[in-house]
C-alpha cells in the first residue's frame, strides 16, 4: 500500500518541478518577445515604451556581437532588469554619447557569448533613434571589482561587463570581466 502511494508522490512531485521549468522558460521566452516589440515600437513612435505595463525598466539600445544573435539592451543594472537582458548602467553614457557607454549582462545567459569576443572584434550598438553605431574591441580584462573601478571615461567608448569566471560553479565573486571597444567613426550599415 505505501509503495503505489510512494510512486505517485514521487510522480506527482516530478510533474511538479517539470512544469515549473517548462512555465519558467515559457516566461523567458515570451518576455524575450515582449521586449523587442517595444524595442521596434520605441524607434517607429520615438515614445519610450515599457515592454509590459509594470514594467520597472524598458528598452534603451540594441547590441550586436559579431558573430552572435542581437540582443536588446535595458535600463539600468539592477538584478530585475539583468534577468530579461543586458543593462545600460546609470551614469554611463547612451550610444554615441562622449562618455563611455557601460552594458552589464550574466555571465551565463545574455553574455555567455562574450568570452568569444577577441580583439579587433566588430561590436554595434543601435541608439534610441535607429542610428547604429561601431565599435572595435582594442582590451579585454579581468579585474577585481572589490579593488578597482569600472573605467568610465569622457570619451566615446563601450565598456561591457559581466562576471568572471564564465564556468563559475557559484554565482556573484569579485572577479569581473571587462571588453573595451573604441569607437568607429563614420560607423558601418549594419542590416540585422
Given at each position: 500500500?505505501?509503495r503505489?502511494?510512494?510512486?505517485?508522490?514521487?510522480?506527482?512531485a516530478?510533474?511538479?518541478q517539470?512544469?515549473?521549468?517548462?512555465?519558467?522558460l515559457?516566461?523567458?521566452?515570451?518576455?524575450?518577445?515582449?521586449?523587442?516589440?517595444?524595442?521596434?515600437?520605441?524607434?517607429?513612435?520615438?515614445?519610450?515604451q515599457k515592454?509590459w505595463p509594470?514594467?520597472?525598466?524598458?528598452?534603451?539600445?540594441?547590441?550586436?556581437?559579431e558573430?552572435q544573435?542581437?540582443?536588446?539592451?535595458?535600463a539600468?543594472?539592477?538584478?530585475a532588469?539583468?534577468a530579461?537582458?543586458?543593462?545600460?548602467?546609470?551614469?554611463?553614457?547612451?550610444?554615441?554619447?562622449?562618455r563611455?557607454?557601460?552594458?552589464?549582462a550574466?555571465?551565463?545567459?545574455?553574455?555567455?557569448g562574450?568570452q568569444?569576443?577577441r580583439?579587433g572584434?566588430?561590436i554595434?550598438?543601435?541608439?534610441?533613434?535607429?542610428?547604429?553605431?561601431t565599435?572595435?574591441?582594442?582590451?579585454?580584462?579581468?579585474?577585481?571589482?572589490e579593488?578597482?573601478?569600472?573605467?568610465?571615461?569622457?570619451?566615446?567608448?563601450?565598456?561591457?561587463?559581466t562576471?568572471?569566471?564564465?564556468?563559475?560553479v557559484?554565482?556573484?565573486?569579485?572577479?569581473?570581466?571587462?571588453?573595451y571597444?573604441?569607437y568607429?567613426?563614420g560607423?558601418?550599415?549594419?542590416?540585422?
Amino acid at each position: 500500500m505505501i509503495r503505489p502511494l510512494l510512486f505517485l508522490l514521487c510522480l506527482a512531485a516530478g510533474l511538479w518541478q517539470l512544469g515549473s521549468a517548462g512555465w519558467l522558460l515559457a516566461k523567458a521566452q515570451l518576455a524575450q518577445r515582449l521586449i523587442a516589440e517595444a524595442w521596434e515600437t520605441q524607434l517607429q513612435d520615438g515614445v519610450p515604451q515599457k515592454p509590459w505595463p509594470w514594467a520597472d525598466t524598458r528598452p534603451v539600445a540594441k547590441l550586436k556581437l559579431e558573430g552572435q544573435r542581437p540582443l536588446v539592451v535595458l535600463a539600468g543594472g539592477s538584478g530585475a532588469s539583468l534577468a530579461f537582458g543586458p543593462g545600460l548602467l546609470a551614469g554611463s553614457g547612451k550610444p554615441g554619447d562622449f562618455r563611455t557607454t557601460v552594458i552589464a549582462a550574466h555571465r551565463d545567459t545574455h553574455f555567455a557569448g562574450l568570452q568569444s569576443v577577441r580583439r579587433g572584434s566588430a561590436i554595434y550598438l543601435q541608439d534610441e533613434r535607429g542610428h547604429w553605431h561601431t565599435y572595435r574591441v582594442s582590451e579585454l580584462r579581468i579585474v577585481n571589482s572589490e579593488r578597482e573601478r569600472l573605467p568610465v571615461f569622457a570619451e566615446r567608448g563601450l565598456l561591457l561587463v559581466t562576471c568572471y569566471p564564465f564556468d563559475a560553479v557559484a554565482a556573484g565573486g569579485p572577479l569581473r570581466y571587462l571588453v573595451y571597444a573604441e569607437y568607429q567613426s563614420g560607423g558601418e550599415v549594419v542590416r540585422l
